[in-house]
């Protein structure tokens, strides 16, 4: 009887210790509902923003010049907070910007999204240089015993024919063969020197 009271009295006390515990193991708490505060004025009273900008970089270029002169624990830690914080308003504006282009309707943003009108003239204008220099053009590709990676790169050059339409010519210099371009045109060495007229 003695060890059944001791048992429930441990149990009592092992439920009672954490109320969280009847909660069971995958409980969360529902998250805080954080409202960003809009700052209409800097957090200490200067005359503008620049002068609010100028004071805040003053007091990080002393900070960074402390650690780097002097790389204490203090002054390093000192150094990496004062960046965290300049980095996050960084982040924050940049977010804030792209959201805020995404809202306005007179932004251009729209224009300049994927399939949007600013994406597919920039690939109407892409095919057409791409023609005229598939048009004007051929590669010259080298090809030689001593290269080793004479087969790879010719693994490209078979994309862009494909893709582009582009001409593309080996040429051997010993009269090594890849396997993309099995016939390739033999080298035939220099140019004759032409005489002056």
Request: aromatic residues 10%.
């Amino acid at each position: 009887m003695k060890k059944l009271l001791i048992g429930s009295l441990l149990l009592t006390g092992l439920v009672n210790a954490d109320p969280a515990a009847e909660r069971g193991w995958y409980y969360y708490e529902d998250p805080q509902t954080i409202i960003p505060q809009v700052e209409s004025q800097p957090k200490v009273q200067y005359q503008s923003w620049t002068a609010y900008n100028d004071a805040v970089k003053r007091e990080f270029e002393e900070i960074q010049d402390r650690a780097i002169y002097n790389p204490t624990p203090d002054n390093v830690q000192a150094y990496n907070q004062a960046l965290r914080t300049i980095t996050n308003n960084a982040v924050r504006f940049g977010m804030l910007t792209t959201t805020q282009n995404w809202q306005d309707p007179n932004s251009g943003l729209a224009t300049a999204a994927p399939n949007g009108a600013g994406l597919q003239m920039d690939l109407d204008n892409q095919r057409k240089q791409i023609g005229d220099i598939v048009r004007r053009y051929a590669i010259f590709y080298f090809v030689g015993n001593d290269c080793k990676y004479c087969a790879v790169e010719a693994n490209e050059l078979k994309r862009l024919e494909y893709t582009y339409k582009i001409t593309v010519r080996v040429i051997s210099l010993d009269g090594t063969t890849v396997p993309q371009y099995p016939t390739p045109t033999a080298d035939k060495g220099p140019f004759p020197k032409r005489n002056a007229i």
